[in-house]
C-alpha cells in the first residue's frame, strides 16, 4: 500500500507558476515510478510527467520545457513544478505511485489557469 497526499494546487493567471507537491508514506525506492497526471473537464486522464527509481524523467510533449517533475528522497516527496501555464492546463492533477503492477492515486488537486 502506498498513501499519497497532493498539495499545492490553486488558481493562476496564464503565464503564471505553481508547484504541486505530492507525499507518499513509502520510500521512492521501494516504489517503481512516480507519475503526475492530469484530467481535464470531459477529457480522459493523461499522463504528464514520470520520474523513475533510477531518476530519469518523462515529459508529455504538451509540458515539455514548461514542467519539471522532481523529488526529495528524504522527504519521500514528489514535486511538479509548473511554469508558462496555460489556460489548457486547467485540471485536477493527480499523483500516482507505480509499484509493479498495482497503481495508487492521491485525491488530486485542482489548478486552474486563466486567461
Known amino acids: 500500500q502506498v498513501q499519497l497526499v497532493e498539495s499545492g494546487g490553486g488558481l493562476v493567471q496564464a503565464g503564471g507558476s505553481l508547484r504541486l507537491s505530492c507525499a507518499a508514506s513509502?520510500?521512492?525506492?521501494?516504489?517503481?515510478?512516480m507519475n503526475w497526471y492530469r484530467q481535464a473537464p470531459g477529457k480522459q486522464r493523461e499522463l504528464v510527467a514520470t520520474?523513475?527509481?533510477?531518476?530519469?524523467?518523462n515529459y508529455a510533449d504538451s509540458v515539455k520545457g514548461r514542467f519539471t517533475i522532481s523529488r526529495d528522497n528524504a522527504k519521500n516527496t514528489v514535486y511538479l513544478q509548473m511554469n508558462s501555464l496555460k489556460p489548457e492546463d486547467t485540471a485536477i492533477y493527480y499523483c500516482?505511485?507505480?509499484?509493479?503492477?498495482?497503481?495508487?492515486w492521491g485525491q488530486g488537486t485542482q489548478v486552474t489557469v486563466s486567461s
Open positions: 500516482n505511485a507505480l509499484v509493479v503492477p498495482l497503481k495508487y
Open positions: 520520474i523513475t527509481t533510477s531518476g530519469t524523467t
Open positions: 513509502r520510500s521512492f525506492f521501494d516504489i517503481d515510478a
